[in-house]
């Protein structure tokens, strides 16, 4: 996943208007100034503010898939996302995009002579409101309102903003919704806001409501360069990066047993990346580092919600939510369970979902 529209492109919240650093610990503080010992470079919170807002939005966009605005509540309205639009939705497979089509999301453009779909268009609009922050939800403001954190699920790709169920949960218990699902992103990259901006960005929170991302996914912060033609006029910026988007790494040879196999067989003549590519493919895939990165990840929305006094609840995308496909209702009747990207879950899933979680929240919240 790359950077599709550049930082400069997109006006933001004014970030500086918080002052994040006074919600630092003591031992932040001491974390903060120990590791300003190794570089001249200081850690800017309000730059990685920034940089997490083009992370997690402009650069999952394109610059001509914004469109005017009709919402008072939001600042950014666009018709697609990073793998709802057509360019993404051929990456499906025929039989996916055919039930698609089937079931009114998509119409399919096909050559005559072959058959072979070779385009897509909507059929079913999506409108993807994005307010100032980045965040798939209305504008900040002092209501109560539920913290919803997680990935693509949770920010609702290939659905319209009423069918996410983040959404249909505050409907049923009238608090306002704050969305930080952040498509193609893990659990490390949410924890990452809640540690330093959530307490200056987010109030009269409630509760908090995790559903968790896949655990092999990894970010790392690094420095990006935006240039013009002739290279003649640049500067570097900030970007969160997603390591298991790196295709040598996503090779089977890297992360499946041939490694353990193999390690002894290695020779110095290997290349040097090979090797490389090897550690961070251990990092990113064995079960004991993913428990551990996500562990970790945990602990800090866990020490956040106790801090805040408030209830956390933890559900999995996978054994709570449930894959895009057909599902069967509690009658056995099969149910078309699709969002219009063919990757992610439709409306029934979000409705069974948005249904528990508010049964569980009111018991929390209640008491």
Known sequence: MGIYTEPSQVQSFNFYSYNYYKNLTEIDIILYKHNQHYSDNKVDLHELRQAFFNSAFTGNVKIEWFVENDSNKHSFKLPYHVSDNPDRWLDNDPEILNILEKYGLLKLIKDPKTNNITSATEKTSVNYYINSHGFRCP????????????????????LDQDNIWAERVCKKLGYRPVNLGFPARGIDFVSFYCKYFFKSEIQNCKAIVVLLPPFTRKTIIGNMIEHNENITDYKIFKHFLQLEWINELKQEEFYNNKILRNWNNRTYEEPAQ?????????DLYNVENTLQRCSQAMSVINLLASELDIPLLVYSSYTDFGDAGFKNNPQGKKIFDMARD????GIYSNKVFATKVAEDLKQKIDK
């Open 342 to 345: 063919g990757q992610h879950s």
């Open 274 to 282: 090979l090797s490389i590519n090897k550690h961070f493919a251990q």
């Open 139 to 158: 504008e900040l403001d002092n209501d109560p309102c539920i913290a919803f954190l997680g990935c693509s699920h949770t920010f609702g790709t290939g």
